[in-house]
C-alpha cells in the first residue's frame, strides 16, 4: 500500500542518496534556512539531496517527472 503525504509549510522533500549505507528517511527542508555561526570543521554530516518526481511511482499529472518536490 503507498501512502502520499502533503505537508503545509514551505520547502522541498529531501533525503540521503541511496548509494550511502547510512539510514535515510525522507524530510520537508524549510525553504528560508538560516545558517548558524559557528567552527569551519568538518564533521562529515548527513548529505541531503533533492528529491524528484518519477511518473508511474507518483501520478503524473500533477506531478511532473523529474522535477523536485516541494
Not at 38 to 45: C, F, I, L, T, W
Not at 59 to 69: A, D, K, S, T, W
Amino acid at each position: 500500500m503507498l501512502f502520499i503525504f502533503e505537508y503545509n509549510i514551505s520547502g522541498y522533500l529531501v533525503a540521503g542518496d541511496n548509494h550511502y549505507a547510512s539510514a535515510s528517511e525522507f524530510i520537508c527542508l524549510d525553504e528560508r534556512l538560516k545558517m548558524l555561526v559557528g567552527g569551519a570543521v568538518n564533521k562529515d554530516g548527513k548529505t541531503f539531496y533533492l528529491a524528484e518526481a518519477v511518473c508511474g511511482s507518483l501520478p503524473c499529472p500533477p506531478y511532473v517527472q523529474g522535477r523536485e518536490l516541494t
